[in-house]
Nanobody
């Protein structure tokens, strides 16, 4: 069974940093795209950043100067380094991936989410 598992969330003070990780597991042939989204209370889920298998990236404008997405294809893992965190970054962060399994067609998968709280 294909799944995504996030880790690395928590409570951090304004100005601090966190690194999120997301591991894809299962019978995977390839992962053309991985990314991070977030959802704050009372708001819609929004894009944070995505990264293709070859390394090209896409960021939400409001986060591209503070957040960095990267991936390790050998470990089917995507990371999100978040610096200079602000209270408005508080949200549940979700990992997303387009996964092609060993057999079958490509599908979109979501992790369970990890809470990031920025507060003093």
């Amino acid at each position: 069974q294909l799944q995504l598992v996030e880790s690395g969330g928590g409570l951090v003070q304004p100005g601090g940093s966190l690194r999120l990780s997301c591991v894809a597991s299962g019978r995977i042939l390839s992962i053309p795209k991985m990314g991070w989204y977030r959802q704050a209370p009372g708001k819609q889920r929004e894009l944070v950043a995505t990264i293709a298998g070859g390394g090209s990236t896409n960021y939400a404008d409001s986060m591209k100067d503070r957040f960095t997405i990267s991936r390790d294809n050998t470990r089917n893992t995507v990371y999100l380094q978040m610096n200079s965190l602000k209270p408005e970054d508080t949200a549940v962060y979700y990992c997303n991936a387009a996964i092609k399994p060993l057999s079958g067609t490509i599908n979109n998968y979501w992790g369970q989410g990890t809470q990031v709280t920025v507060s003093s």
